[in-house]
């Protein structure tokens, strides 16, 4: 059964910096890209970056380029996304995707406030 | 950016009866390797988004054979033939021929009558 297991949401200060984290298991997580959604009520759903299969690639939506880095560690599975200057606008439900396939992860909530 | 354009925004369906949604895109889907990368996407409430259907027409595993993509080009459909308790949710559609960005249309808030 694939699962993807997003962690390291919480509440930050605007300025501040987040790195979340998806652990992957049940398909051969170095085969394929992945990427970030976000979601947010006003907005619905973001792509926000992808990365390729052996990390070498990145991609990120104009309203994140430069203070979002996505990264990829093959040998344990997991996904990252480290964010800086963070801003009110960043809050939102951050999931964890395999596009190709279609699979989500449950989200980890990312808020972003004084 | 390839815009995404979903209606209606809002539908309320009697149990049983048939439903559907529609997404326009901007520009063509049509991909250079002759596909065409249009998925649709149902979340139901406190879920979170579950893929029912890749490149317009392609039902994904377990997804029931009620629900069915069809279009081409800039137009495409989603239905279901026979609303069930079970499809209350919001459906989104989303383009991944021109990316990036993937790009995804508002949603469609499907409720019963």
């Known amino acids: 059964e694939v699962q993807l297991l997003e962690s390291g949401g919480g509440l930050v200060q605007p300025g501040g910096s987040l790195r979340l984290s998806c652990a992957a298991s049940?398909?051969?997580?170095?085969?394929?890209?992945m990427s970030w959604v976000r979601q947010t009520a006003g907005k619905g759903l973001e792509w926000v970056s992808s990365?390729?299969?052996?990390?070498?690639?990145?991609y990120y939506a104009d309203s994140v380029k430069g203070r979002f880095t996505i990264s990829r560690d093959n040998s344990k599975n997991t996904l990252y996304v480290q964010m800086n200057s963070l801003r009110a606008e960043d809050t939102a439900l951050y999931y964890c995707?395999?596009?190709?396939?279609?699979?989500w992860g449950q989200g980890t909530l990312v808020t972003v406030s004084s | 950016d390839v815009v995404m354009t979903q209606s209606p925004l809002s539908l309320p369906v009697t149990l049983g009866q048939p439903a559907s949604i529609s997404c326009r895109s901007s520009q063509s889907l049509v991909y250079s390797d002759g596909n065409t990368y249009l998925n649709w996407f149902q979340q139901r409430p406190g879920q979170s988004p579950r893929r029912l259907i890749y490149k317009v027409s392609n039902r994904d595993s377990g997804v029931p054979a009620r629900f069915s993509g069809s279009g081409s080009g800039t137009d495409f459909t989603l239905k279901i033939s026979r609303v069930e308790a079970e499809d209350v949710g919001v459906y989104y559609c989303m383009q991944g021929s021109h990316w990036p960005p993937y790009t995804f249309g508002q949603g469609t808030k499907l409720e019963i009558k």
């Open positions: 990365i390729s299969d052996s990390g070498g690639d990145t």
């Open positions: 049940g398909f051969t997580f170095s085969n394929y890209a």
């Open positions: 995707v395999n596009i190709d396939w279609g699979y």
